[in-house]
T-cell receptor, first 115, second 117 residues
Framework: AQSVAQPEDQVNVAEGNPLTVKCTYS??????LFWYVQYPNRGLQFLLK??????LVKGSYGFEAEFNKSQTSLHLKKPSALVSDSALYFC?????????????FGQGTELSVKP | DAGVIQSPRHEVTEMGQEVTLRCKPI?????LFWYRQTMMRGLELLIY????????DSGMPEDRFSAKMPNASFSTLKIQPSEPRDSAVYFC???????????????FGPGTRLLVL
């Protein structure tokens, strides 16, 4: 079955340190991969997407993501975390064929950046 | 563009009452999605439309839930009768469709926070 997994419910990072939020997927074919961020009491905001091409994708707010086809992963990264990056992060995948392109979301990872 | 617009932003109602949530997608987008978010179940896709036609409603919890999209700029999600377990944040999102069945990025509204007492 098509699925998306975010193996960590929570990630804690000190401000200024690099951060990684993990995402893996299970699918046959070529999915489109997305990262979204949700700040408290807000809707989801688009961060970046991977379709094809370079394995490193640049996104908003200084975030980037590293795609690894053999590990079927798209990990979200940032070289230097900010306290304001603290939020809930969702990985999502869309599959083109039998699911009509709808997004499948991971369960979310709570990122906490401490000063 | 104003983005996806949802109303109301907050709704408090009593069990048994009818609740109607509204969504205006981004102009030109041909896909519209309704999601529900709770602590227990996370983010769930309820239903989505393409060109105003419902494509997949397999996520709709039960017959108490219904959704319509009478035109390209408006959709409603109705709960009748409402129950306390329906308390959640309901999001609407919209996107462009692409060739091959994929979609462009989905853009989310701010959500409606529903509390059923």
């Amino acid at each position: 079955a098509q699925s998306v997994a975010q193996p960590e419910d929570q990630v804690n990072v000190a401000e200024g340190n690099p951060l990684t939020v993990k995402c893996t997927y299970s699918v046959s074919g070529n999915p489109y991969l997305f990262w979204y961020v949700q700040y408290p009491n807000r809707g989801l905001q688009f961060l970046l997407k991977y379709i094809t091409g370079d394995n490193l994708v640049k996104g908003s707010y200084g975030f980037e993501a590293e795609f690894n086809k053999s590990q079927t992963s798209l990990h979200l990264k940032k070289p230097s975390a900010l306290v304001s990056d603290s939020a809930l992060y969702f990985c999502a995948v869309t599959f083109s064929y039998n699911q009509g392109g709808k997004l499948i979301f991971g369960q979310g990872t709570e990122l906490s950046v401490k000063p | 563009d104003a983005g996806v617009i949802q109303s109301p932003r907050h709704e408090v109602t009593e069990m048994g009452q009818e609740v109607t949530l509204r969504c205006k997608p981004i102009s030109g987008h041909d896909y519209l999605f309704w999601y529900r978010q709770t602590m227990m179940r996370g983010l769930e896709l309820l239903i989505y439309f393409n060109n105003n036609v419902p494509i997949d409603d397999s996520g709709m919890p039960e017959d108490r839930f219904s959704a319509k999209m009478p035109n390209a700029s408006f959709s409603t999600l109705k709960i009748q009768p409402s129950e306390p377990r329906d308390s959640a944040v309901y999001f609407c999102a919209s996107s462009f469709g692409l060739a091959g069945g994929h979609q462009e990025t989905q853009y989310f509204g701010p959500g409606t926070r529903l509390l059923v007492l």
